[in-house]
Each structure stands twice: as structure tokens, then as C-alpha cells.
T-cell receptor, first 113, second 114 residues
Framework: KAGVTQTPRYLIKTRGQQVTLSCSPI?????VSWYQQTPGQGLQFLFE???????NKGNFPGRFSGRQFSNSRSEMNVSTLELGDSALYLC????????????FGQGTRLTVV | DQQVKQNSPSLSVQEGRISILNCDYT??????FLWYKKYPAEGPTFLIS?????DKNEDGRFTVFLNKSAKHLSLHIVPSQPGDSAVYFC?????????????FGKGTSLLVTP
């Protein structure tokens, strides 16, 4: 069974640009959560999607958005990138919402210059 | 505001000895706690969890203890092995009260030396 796949693995963007990251959950998993990991703040919850609906959102500005498709794949978008958005973005999948023992992907390392 | 705190950024233990990783939390609504392990260039991997109705959960070499009155939990690894060297994250959830979001600590880097 394939694990959680995140693409791309690495990304360099310029301040002010926008970026889209992709996450394919484990087959059969319908819940996808996104986290931002930075050295200063650790892992912080961005949002969770289940059955194409955003179920919960963390304390991030509206520049951070996401969506989930009918096949459970999810994308997150960050608009008007800032230097402080440089981070490792992790996606986690679980069979259903409310199951906390999630499976994480390897992450997308975003660098904003 | 960091609701889950891991006050030791790093820990070094000899192979065969016990590793004790600590975690404190501030939100009394948290009712489920997890430990994740992360190797470099990999995503976190779920290790062990505990519900607030228990005070101990054991899985092989790994045991998690929960002290609700002190808002403290710890992960014990016995015996420690070099392959246990990784960053360990403590996480907590308030369940449906918070949409099942996980609140993570900043992690403790464990080094197990031969």
C-alpha cells in the first residue's frame, strides 16, 4: 500500500508569488490534514479536509487555503508569499475524520526568497 | 501560544538505558495524547497514544505515562537502541471540541549512543 505522497518535494519561490502544494493520501483514506513545520514554531495545524469539506482551520491568515477533490487528493495554496512562509509543509492522512493516529507524508520544503 | 511544550530540545542516552522524554500541556480540554517519531527527511510516524481516561499505555519498549493533575506526560523507551535516535514530538487533541486538530510540541531530539 503506497504511503502519503506529497509533491513537489522542494520548491523555491519569490516573495509575492503564489504556490500550490499537492497531497495524495493513502488509498481509502478520506481525511487529509496539513501542517506547517518551522524551527521556531514547530508543527502547526493548518486545516483538515474530509469528504471535500474543510472541517477545521488553524490560526493562519487567509492567504493559506486548501481544497480536497472527490478522490481525496488535496491541495493547499499560499498566495502573496512572504519570507516567513518558508517551511516544511506536511500532509497527513487518516481513514476518517477524528482519527488522530495519522500517516504523514515526507513533506514539501518551501523556500521563499 | 504554545499549548504543548517539550522543554528539552535534546537528550542523549546510552544504548540499553532508559530514555525519558517529557511533555507538558496547558489546555485542560485535551483528552487524547500522542507521540510521533521523525527521522531526517521523513514525515513524522505515529508511535503511541493515550486517552485521558488512562494513566499508562504500553507497547513493547515504549510506555507513555499521563499525569492529568500535573498536565504532564512522558514517554519511556526501555531499553534504548541506536535506531531510536530521532526527533520525538508530543501532540495533544481536544477531540471534537477542536475539530480533532493536533497540537504539537516543538520536539525533543533523542540521540542513543552505542
Amino acid at each position: 500500500k503506497a504511503g502519503v505522497t506529497q509533491t513537489p518535494r522542494y520548491l523555491i519561490k519569490t516573495r509575492g508569488q503564489q504556490v500550490t502544494l499537492s497531497c495524495s493520501p493513502i488509498s481509502g483514506h478520506r481525511s487529509v490534514s496539513w501542517y506547517q513545520q518551522t524551527p521556531g514554531q514547530g508543527l502547526q495545524f493548518l486545516f483538515e479536509y474530509f469528504s471535500e469539506t474543510q472541517r477545521n482551520k488553524g490560526n493562519f491568515p487567509g492567504r493559506f487555503s486548501g481544497r480536497q477533490f472527490s478522490n481525496s487528493r488535496s491541495e493547499m495554496n499560499v498566495s502573496t508569499l512572504e519570507l516567513g512562509d518558508s517551511a516544511l509543509y506536511l500532509c497527513a492522512s487518516s481513514p476518517t475524520t477524528g482519527q488522530l493516529e495519522a500517516f504523514f507524508g515526507q513533506g514539501t520544503r518551501l523556500t521563499v526568497v | 501560544d504554545q499549548q504543548v511544550k517539550q522543554n528539552s530540545p535534546s537528550l542523549s542516552v546510552q544504548e540499553g538505558r532508559i530514555s525519558i522524554l517529557n511533555c507538558d500541556y496547558t489546555n485542560s480540554m485535551f483528552d487524547y495524547f500522542l507521540w510521533y517519531k521523525k527521522y531526517p527527511a521523513e514525515g513524522p510516524t505515529f508511535l503511541i497514544s493515550i486517552s485521558s481516561i488512562k494513566d499508562k499505555n504500553e507497547d513493547g519498549r515504549f510506555t507513555v505515562f499521563l499525569n492529568k493533575s500535573a498536565k504532564h506526560l512522558s514517554l519511556h523507551i526501555v531499553p534504548s537502541q541506536p535506531g531510536d535516535s530521532a526527533v520525538y514530538f508530543c501532540a495533544a487533541s481536544a477531540g471534537s471540541n477542536s475539530g480533532y486538530a493536533l497540537n504539537f510540541g516543538k520536539g525533543t531530539s533523542l540521540l542513543v549512543t552505542p
